[in-house]
C-alpha cells in the first residue's frame, strides 16, 4: 500500500512533525497494521472525549502523504468511527439523535465552509492555520465543564441565535480542522446539562452527520487517498464500537480521565513538546 503521487509535494506538516517519513523503511503489510492501529487508538478517544486526529492525521503525514490529502483522508475513518459509536449508544440506551437536531444545521453549514475554505489552501498554509486554531483552542479546552447531574433535570440545546452561532463557529473549525472539534463540543453541550456519557451519544451524532456532509468537499478536491482512507476506517470503526461500550460501561469516571489527557495532549503539542 503506498500513498498517492502527490506525497512528493508532501510540505504540509512537516514543519511541525520534521521530514522524517515512514513511507520507505515498512512494508504494505506494515503500513496497514500502523494504519489500523492508530485508527483504533484515534477512535476510542474520540469517541470518549477527542483529539483522536492529533494521532491519526500526522500518522498518514509520516507515511508519506501531504498534510491536506492526510485532512481529508483521515476524514472517511472519522465518518465510519462516528457511525459506528452512535449505533452503539443507541443500543445500549443512550441515543444522542433527538437531542442532536437543534445542533445539526448550523454545525453542518460551518462544516461545509469550513471544509470548502480549507480544501482551496496550500499544504504550507494548512500547517500555520492548524498551528494557530489549535492555540485558540487551547483556552475553552482548559476550562472544566460543570454539567447537572440533577436526575430531574431537563436539560435541552436550544436553538437560540446565539447557541446557533456558537454551533456554527465549531462546524467552521471542524470542517476545515477536525482535530479536537470533538472537545469543543463535548464541552458545549455539557454546559446544557447533559452528564458526559450522554454528552458523547450526541457529540457522535453530530460529528458523524456533519462529517458526512462535508466530505464531499475533499473528494471533488482529490484530497483523499482511498486504500489508506479504507485501511485507517477499520481501526476507527472498532474504537468507535469499543468507545461507545467503554463510555456507557464506565460513565464519567472512565470519560473524564481521557478527556483530561486529551486537552494536555494537544496543550503538549501546541508547545511543541513532540
Not at 502523504?65 to 459506528?84: D, F, M
Not at 431537563?154 to 456558537?166: A, F
Request: charged content about 10%; glycine content about 14%.
Amino acid at each position: 500500500m503506498r500513498c498517492d503521487p502527490r506525497a512528493k509535494h508532501a510540505t504540509g506538516w512537516e514543519s511541525g512533525w520534521g521530514q522524517v517519513t515512514l513511507a520507505a523503511a515498512v512494508s504494505p503489510l506494515e503500513e496497514a497494521l500502523i494504519l489500523i492501529a492508530g485508527g483504533l487508538v484515534a477512535g476510542i478517544v474520540n469517541t470518549l472525549a477527542g483529539g483522536g486526529s492529533m494521532l491519526t492525521v500526522p500518522l498518514l503525514v509520516l507515511l508519506g502523504l501531504p498534510g491536506t490529502l492526510a485532512n481529508g483522508t483521515n476524514r472517511v475513518g472519522i465518518v465510519i468511527q462516528n457511525g459506528v459509536a452512535t449505533w452503539g449508544f443507541r443500543r445500549q440506551g443512550f441515543s444522542g439523535i433527538r437531542a442532536s437536531i437543534p445542533i445539526l444545521i448550523p454545525v453542518a453549514l460551518g462544516s461545509l465552509v469550513g471544509a470548502f475554505a480549507i480544501s482551496r489552501v496550500s499544504s504550507e498554509l494548512f500547517v500555520r492555520l492548524f498551528g494557530a486554531v489549535m492555540l485558540i483552542l487551547l483556552v475553552p479546552t482548559l476550562r472544566r465543564p460543570s454539567p447537572r447531574t440533577d436526575p430531574a433535570a431537563d436539560p435541552q440545546i436550544r436553538s437560540r441565535l446565539g447557541t446557533s452561532l456558537l454551533f456554527f463557529t465549531i462546524g467552521l473549525y471542524g470542517g476545515a480542522f477536525q482535530a479536537g472539534v470533538g472537545i469543543l463540543l463535548v464541552f458545549a453541550i455539557s454546559y446544557a446539562g447533559y452528564d458526559l456519557v450522554r454528552t458523547n451519544s450526541i457529540k457522535v451524532v453530530v460529528i458523524f452527520a456533519t462529517t458526512l456532509f462535508a466530505i464531499p468537499v475533499f473528494i471533488a478536491a482529490g484530497q483523499v487517498a482511498w486504500v489508506e482512507a479504507l485501511v485507517l476506517a477499520i481501526g476507527f470503526a472498532g474504537g468507535g464500537a469499543l468507545g461507545s461500550r467503554l463510555a456507557v460501561r464506565g460513565g464519567e469516571r472512565v470519560i473524564r480521565p481521557v478527556l483530561a489527557i486529551a486537552v494536555v495532549a494537544l496543550a503538549g503539542r501546541m508547545f511543541g513538546l513532540y
